[in-house]
């Protein structure tokens, strides 16, 4: 089984700064990673993933993530928010074995980009 | 390509009122299927998840039910609604595959009053 703790619940930023969105992680297996954006009245969409190979992930809309095996975390970042990336977002790890899985989130953290 | 359709996006019911959302997937077969509810300010949370026609399982007991009468169906419904089944619902499916993501509804926002 696994867990994901997000430990911001809200993180308000003033536009151009950057972010670091905190997800840690806990599995008896090795896990896929996810993070997800849900802008205001919307679905869930996906803003990148880890499956393997460099730590280092690039998502749509300047956003980035690293995986940290030994802190099992994987914290979203972006250098310099916009106004538009007001939304919330959820870590999500997946496991790599066991049969079917049932995606489930953290309890997001609502990024809110001021002027 | 694949597709989500979950309909409608807005709903405002009275309590004891009966509950029908849809949801439909296109451009796939035999999906994983689930419903989701996220209360305002908090994560989401499972309701029911299918993985084929006519298998439900259920998360949380509560006064809704879900069925999939076709492989790219799946139907939330309720007999009487309650105040706490306010909420916003998103509907989401999924490939077999471990590394694959889910794919989201646009949500319907239900208030009961």
């Known amino acids: 089984a696994q867990s994901v703790t997000q430990l911001d619940s809200q993180v308000p930023v003033f536009e151009e700064a950057p972010v670091e969105l905190r997800c840690n992680y806990s599995?008896?297996?090795?896990?896929?990673l996810f993070w997800y954006v849900q802008y205001p009245n919307q679905g869930l969409q996906l803003l990148l993933k880890?499956?393997?190979?460099?730590?280092l992930v690039k998502g749509i809309n300047g956003f980035e993530a690293e995986f940290n095996k030994s802190q099992t975390s994987f914290h979203l970042r972006k250098p310099s928010v916009h106004i538009s990336d007001t939304a919330e977002y959820f870590c999500?790890?997946?496991?790599?074995?066991?049969?079917?899985?049932?995606?489930?989130f953290g309890r997001g953290t609502s990024l809110i980009v001021h002027p | 390509s694949q597709t989500i359709h979950q309909w409608p996006a807005t709903l405002v019911q009275p309590v004891g009122s009966p509950l029908s959302l849809e949801c439909t997937v296109e451009?796939?077969?035999?999906?994983?299927l689930y419903w989701y509810r996220q209360a305002a300010g908090r994560g989401l949370q499972l309701l029911f998840y299918?993985?084929?026609?006519?298998?439900i399982s259920s998360e949380v007991p509560q006064n809704l039910s879900a069925s999939r009468p076709q492989d790219r169906q799946f139907i939330l419904s309720s007999k009487k609604l309650l105040l706490s089944d306010s909420g916003f619902y998103l509907c989401?499916?999924?490939?077999?595959?471990?590394?694959?993501?889910?794919?989201f509804g646009q949500g319907t926002r239900l208030t009961v009053v």
């Open positions: 599995s008896s297996v090795s896990v896929y």
């Open positions: 451009g796939t077969s035999n999906p994983n």
């Open positions: 989401a499916w999924s490939g077999a595959a471990l590394n694959t993501e889910a794919f």
């Open positions: 299918s993985v084929g026609i006519g298998q």
């Open positions: 880890y499956l393997s190979g460099s730590t």
């Open positions: 999500a790890p997946h496991p790599r074995g066991g049969g079917s899985y049932i995606p489930t």
